[in-house]
Every structure is written in structure tokens, then in C-alpha cells.
């Protein structure tokens, strides 16, 4: 079976520079919780494309509608009616009964799929999930619209090929290129704003695709790669790629520039849930930056990111039964970590289950036991991140 079905098929690196604008923007679903946070949204990205030029946003569905939808997959009708409650009011108040109309009526797709099955299959599940992000685009689209922006919406289906994993899919680089260069780079450098689906796409086959959670991100730097696009903001509603969990470190602090080993290490470990896929195609199209955080500042992620010999961040993911904790940063002196990581476990009484470091990854690895996760963070953070860690 040829490699075009079976896995994202790789981009060709080519010499031409990125174009001089325009930016992609991911818009996260943290920044959509209410109707009035479509309107707050697309102001700031007007005021972002009147500085940067033209560009596509990229678009997740509304906060916790996913869950939703997958909820109503799995047979409770009070998630799809909570899901049309929430996307009924914010076409309401964005374009009024019409809008409304029209969003409720892209929602019966929803019942339709599902149709009183008890078996639902994978691709059903993944066409019920796209239709959060299909809907959420429809409405941002008449915000910036009401805004002022020259706006035009692209289905993410028709432009966006995948390998058909359902729930878990690789962009088709090739094909996506070229449907990409057809169908929004005309719009893109005519100064028109494209808005587009992120988290979705088509398999080969047809069949609607989900690209898995953070698959929006994954979305946005691809599209960049794929147009030449300088730069790629992912917005959410925290400073950037922290330290360490805010909810655990309370004096986490937004790490100021990662490298592209660096953020795929601390992406494998849990680091602000980032689609490990995320910045594959930065590698291969290296002038092209990325900024994760607020809409003016933020983490830069840059495939020109040199070694610092500094540690970046401490994060964690659980897997099985045991919480495995990362401490990252490419040319740290690992030697020094690993005597760190024992001393603070022998001081502060949590057992180490293992430890390990590669030297071809920008890590020092260990596992804890559930309850000792907390204390072995923050205890790492006080002595190494804040220690031996870069300033912002």
C-alpha cells in the first residue's frame, strides 16, 4: 500500500524564502466561551492584520463543545442540546435570527449521523466532532465580517487530505499543498482573510477525519508551512508555554523561546496539551516562527533557536499508572539535573521509580507515583528551573 494513504507524506524543502506577510492565526477554543468572545476575537484579529497584512485564521470549535460532541455520540441527548443552546445564542447575538437558522440547521447533521444507532463506528464519531469546528468557523466568519474584515470562508475538507486515522490523523503535506495554493493562497495574497476549520480534514478515501486533541495547532503551523506563511500565531487565554503547570508551580513563568527539539520533547510530556505533530513542519520549512500565548506576545518557537545550555521547563503526562515528569532544555548540563532530581527526591520524600536521559533528546526523564506528583514538581522547579532556568 502506497506510503500516500498509509502516512503524512513528507515536503519537499525548497529554497524560496517564506512570503514577506501574512500570518496564520489559531483562535483556540479557550478564546470562544461565550457569544460576546466571537466579536472580542475578531477585533483583535483585525487589528492583527492591519499590522501583519493578509492571513488565514484557523478556527477550533467553542470551549468544552467537543467533549459535547462526543458525549452525544455516545448517546446523551442533553450534550447535543446543551451544544445547540450554546452555538444557537452565539449566532444569535453575532447575526441574528438568520444566522441562527442557519447554524441549528448545520447541527441537524449531528442527529442525522448518529440516527438512533447503537453501534457507532470511528468515522461517525470523527463527522460528529468536525461539525463543532464547521459551526464555530460559520459564526467567527460573520463576526469579522460585522467587523469591518474582508472576510471568505474555506471548508477544511476540501483542503486539508489526511492519512484516514480516524481520531488521530497526519496531514498529507503534498496533497494539501497543492488543494492549499488552489483554493486560499489566491485569497491570501489578495489581502482577503481566510477563515478555515482547524482539528479537521479528508482522508483520501473521503471520509471526514479528526487530527486528534490540539489538532487545531497542528493545523495552523502546516498551513503556514505549506503558503510560505512568515509567521503563525497560536492564541489562548495563558501568557505562553509555562515552567511548569500554573495549577501546580505557582510561580510558573512563561519560557521565553523554545527550540524545535525542545518543544517537541516538552509537547511528548503534557506541556499545554501541544499536538506532538504540532511543529513537524517547521523543521522542514525552518524561516518560519511560531508564537504560542496572548495575541501580542508569547513562547517563540524557531527552528533558528540555538542551545542556550539552560534549562527551560518541567512538565509531566501520565501514563499507566505512573506520572512520568520531564525536565527540558537542549545543552543543560545533565549530570547536574540528575544530582538535582536525587537530592530533591531524598529531601523532600518522594520515590523515584526510574530515571532516564538520552543524549540525543533535550531531557531528563523520571517517574513518580500519583500522590508524589505535586511535591516532585514543585520541588524540581524551586531547585532547577528557577536555579539553573532561563529568565524571561
Not at 438512533?116 to 468515522?123: A, K, N
Not at 464547521?134 to 483542503?159: C, N, P, Y
Request: with cysteine; net charge positive; charged share 25%.
Amino acid at each position: 500500500m502506497s506510503c500516500r494513504v498509509r502516512c503524512a507524506s513528507p515536503i519537499r524543502v525548497e529554497d524560496e524564502l517564506p512570503s514577506d506577510s501574512g500570518v496564520v492565526v489559531k483562535v483556540g477554543g479557550s478564546l470562544l466561551r461565550s457569544p460576546s468572545s466571537y466579536f472580542e476575537v475578531a477585533r483583535r484579529i483585525k487589528a492583527l492584520l492591519e499590522r501583519r497584512g493578509g492571513g488565514v485564521i484557523v478556527v477550533s470549535a467553542m470551549k468544552g463543545v467537543t467533549d459535547l460532541l462526543l458525549s452525544a455520540a455516545r448517546g446523551s441527548k442533553g450534550a447535543l442540546d446543551e451544544v445547540r443552546r450554546r452555538y444557537g445564542d452565539a449566532a444569535y447575538e453575532v447575526g441574528g435570527a438568520g444566522l441562527r437558522t442557519l447554524i441549528l440547521k448545520r447541527l441537524g447533521i449531528v442527529e442525522r449521523l448518529l440516527g438512533g444507532s447503537r453501534c457507532i463506528t470511528p468515522s461517525t464519531v470523527d463527522a460528529v466532532l468536525s461539525v463543532g469546528e464547521v459551526v464555530s468557523k460559520e459564526i467567527l466568519l460573520q463576526a469579522l465580517r460585522g467587523s469591518g474584515v474582508e472576510a471568505e470562508g474555506v471548508d477544511s475538507l476540501e483542503v486539508v487530505r489526511t492519512d484516514g486515522r480516524f481520531g488521530n490523523a497526519s496531514i498529507l503535506y503534498d496533497e494539501t499543498k497543492r488543494l492549499l495554493e488552489s483554493k486560499v493562497k489566491p485569497l491570501v495574497s489578495s489581502g482577503v482573510a481566510v477563515v478555515m476549520e482547524g482539528f479537521i480534514g479528508t482522508s483520501v478515501s473521503g471520509y471526514v477525519t479528526t487530527l486528534g486533541r490540539g489538532g487545531s495547532d497542528y493545523t495552523a503551523v502546516s498551513v503556514a508551512a505549506l503558503l510560505k506563511l512568515p509567521e503563525v500565531r497560536i492564541v489562548t487565554d495563558v501568557p505562553g508555554i509555562m515552567s511548569a503547570d500554573p495549577s501546580i508551580v505557582a510561580g510558573a513563568r512563561r519560557v521565553k523561546e523554545l527550540s524545535l527539539s525542545e518543544v517537541h520533547e516538552a509537547s511528548v510530556y503534557g506541556a499545554k496539551r501541544l499536538h506532538p505533530r504540532t511543529f513537524y513542519p517547521v523543521s522542514l520549512h525552518p524561516l518560519v516562527k511560531v508564537f504560542v500565548g496572548e495575541w501580542d506576545s508569547g513562547t517563540r518557537i524557531d527552528a533558528r533557536v540555538k542551545p542556550s545550555g539552560r534549562v527551560k521547563l518541567v512538565t509531566h503526562r501520565k501514563f499507566g499508572s505512573f506520572h512520568y515528569v520531564a525536565v527540558v532544555g537542549e545543552g543543560m548540563r545533565k549530570e547536574e539535573v540528575i544530582k538535582e532530581v536525587v537530592e530533591a527526591s531524598a529531601e523532600r520524600g518522594f520515590s523515584i521509580k526510574g530515571l532516564y536521559s538520552s543524549p540525543h533528546k533535550p531531557s531528563v526523564v523520571f517517574s513518580v507515583s500519583p500522590e508524589n506528583l505535586k511535591e516532585a514538581v514543585r520541588s524540581i522547579h524551586s531547585r532547577i528551573i528557577e536555579v539553573l532556568g532561563d529568565e524571561d
